[in-house]
């Protein structure tokens, strides 16, 4: 009989040495940003014992300190979900064999959840390239995502190589992603960052708030236009949590122009937040080419700012 044992899939095994501006972290959050896998998956395999600080098991919510050795003991792929290819809508500005750069539409999902397995990014991605990294199966390839009416531009790996090496970027804050955003009132500073804990809402649970013992989080913001009843800025993202943004923005009592759930649905005749992802710069992990992209405006939302400039040279106001 020939032996096929060699053909069936292994455990990986990762290695890392935590780096003093990691140090402090909770053991689960500090996997999955190495690891590249969502914080719930990482918490799965911290509390399974599949996870080692210095050779010994830990709690999901253990701080790591500077030198420790955290090893991670990935099982076998079990297969990707039954992800369906679609044709659907979708600019791909840049790919290689590593990796693509997309420039999402507003109305997109970015991955397939409960309830809604196809009309997503992934599944338009899987038509499109082909190959998507295997790191998380439920949402192949996701290296960061953006809220469903947010547009603009995010990376997606097609290896599983490339997928740690850019999650390493994200968890390091080494990667940078630049936001435009609308916000309603006119912000008394030129250049302003937050920094408030994010976590659920304590009532409203389909909502995140800033909650003390949340999650860290920083944004910083640059007015780049003050408009009749508004201000144009850039937001850049030092953490990456959901919503945060809009969380940070409604924090400030400047939310996020036509927000359906932080903000004012439809204010200004907008159909979604005015939020749009337009610039991304990263280093390749493969060549170590520092790498940007950047985005211009979808109509909609170019639009609005026309006719706010309209009104502006008229000198009325409009709220």
């Known amino acids: 009989m020939q032996d096929t044992a060699h053909l069936l899939p292994r455990e990986e095994v990762l290695t890392f040495t935590v780096e003093p501006q990691q140090a402090g972290r909770r053991l689960d959050v500090y996997v999955a940003a190495a690891a590249g896998v969502s914080r719930s998956r990482a918490k799965e395999l911290v509390a399974s014992g599949r996870v080692t600080v210095d050779g010994r098991t830990a709690k999901p919510s253990q701080e790591v300190r500077a030198g420790q050795l955290v090893c991670i003991h990935l099982p076998p792929p079990e297969g990707p979900p039954d992800l369906i290819p679609e044709e659907l809508p979708v600019d791909v500005v840049y790919e290689d064999e590593d990796l693509a750069v997309v420039d999402k539409p507003a109305g997109l999902p970015v991955h397939p959840g409960a309830g809604r397995p196809r009309g ?5 991605l899987l038509r499109r390239l082909g190959r998507l990294s295997q790191v998380d199966p439920t949402r192949p390839g996701i290296v960061h995502r953006l809220d469903k009416d947010t547009s603009g531009l995010l990376v997606v790996a097609k290896t599983e190589e490339a997928h740690r090496a850019l999650s390493a970027q994200m968890g390091k804050r080494t990667a940078q992603r630049f936001y435009l955003a609308l916000l309603r009132g006119e912000c008394p500073w030129e250049e302003h960052t937050v920094t408030a804990p994010i976590a659920r809402h304590p009532v409203h649970r389909q909502r995140m708030a800033v909650v003390p013992g949340g999650r860290e989080a920083t944004t910083c913001f640059r007015v780049v236009e003050r408009l009749p009843g508004y201000t144009l800025v850039e937001c850049r993202l030092v953490t990456g949590r959901t919503h945060q943004i809009r969380v940070h923005a409604r924090h400030m009592r400047h939310p996020v122009a036509g927000d359906p759930t932080y903000g004012r649905r439809g204010e200004l ?28 405006l979808p109509e909609d ?3 609005v700012l026309t006719e706010l400039r309209r009104t502006q040279g008229t000198g009325r106001e409009r709220r």
Do not use: I, M, Y
Request: net charge positive; proline share 6%; glycine share 6%.
């Open 120 to 124: 997503t990014l992934v599944n338009a």
């Open 301 to 303: 939302l170019q639009q």
């Open 269 to 296: 005749g907008l159909q979604r937040q005015f939020l749009h992802a337009w610039k991304l710069r990263f280093t390749h992990p493969r060549t170590g080419q520092v790498l940007e992209f950047t985005s211009p």
